[in-house]
């Protein structure tokens, strides 16, 4: 079966912390991985995604993410955290074709 | 940036009451997605829809709900017979295709809670 899950559900860190979060998930095939980032009080956002190529990806606000594939993980990292990245994270993914699944997410609350 | 809009943000209704949730995707996408949250739970697919029809649905699309693109820009999510369980903030999204490697563009949400 096809699923995605997330390590953490709450993570609290200082201003200037590095962040990582956990994500596997379990599909046989080829997939494509995205971050989506939920602030408080709005919409899903795209962080990054990754479909092939370079296994490190790049995304916006200084986050990155690395797709290994023999560990099944997507984990999303930020060197240096800053109060705005106070959210929820949803990793996502999609096999070769249908639905994109969401991770239950992770609530990060960045304390100055 | 183009967005996806979503009307109303909040909705409150009463048990056996029918809601039309309405989204308007982004002008040039193709595809059409609906996604629930329900209160401390994962973001879980409901519906996706293309050329008019529905292209792949999850078990929780049951026959209560229904989907329809009326016009050349909305696209409504009904819920016929709202039952408890249907509170939850149900988000529309889009993509101009439909590939795997698609990045879906969420609205912001419709809060639709059942009394």
């Known amino acids: 079966a096809q699923s995605v899950s997330q390590h953490n559900h709450h993570v609290i860190l200082s201003e200037a912390a590095s962040l990582e979060l956990g994500c596997n998930y379990s599909y046989g095939g080829t997939v494509n991985l995205f971050w989506y980032v939920q602030y408080p009080g709005q919409h899903l956002q795209l962080l990054l995604k990754?479909?092939?190529?370079?296994?490190l990806v790049k995304g916006i606000k200084g986050f990155e993410a690395e797709f290994i594939k023999s560990k099944f993980s997507f984990n999303l990292r930020k060197p240096s955290v800053q109060w705005s990245d106070t959210a929820e994270y949803f990793c996502?993914?999609?096999?070769?074709?249908?639905?994109?699944?969401f991770g239950a997410g992770t609530q990060v609350v960045v304390t100055p | 940036e183009p967005e996806v809009t979503q009307t109303p943000s909040h909705q409150v209704t009463q048990m056996g009451q029918e809601v039309i949730l309405r989204c308007v995707p982004i002008s040039n996408h193709l595809y059409f997605y609906w996604y629930r949250q329900i209160l401390g739970q994962k973001v879980e697919f409901l519906v996706s829809f293309y050329n008019n029809e529905i292209s792949e649905k999850s078990e929780i699309f049951d026959d209560q709900f229904s989907v329809e693109r009326p016009d050349g820009s909305n696209f409504t999510l009904k819920i016929r017979s709202t039952k408890l369980e249907d509170s939850a903030m149900y988000f529309c999204a889009s993509s101009p295709g439909g590939g795997s490697n698609e990045k879906l563009f969420f609205g912001s949400g419709t809060q639709l809670s059942v009394l």
């Open positions: 996502a993914f999609r096999g070769s074709w249908g639905k994109l699944q």
């Open positions: 990754y479909f092939s190529g370079d296994p």
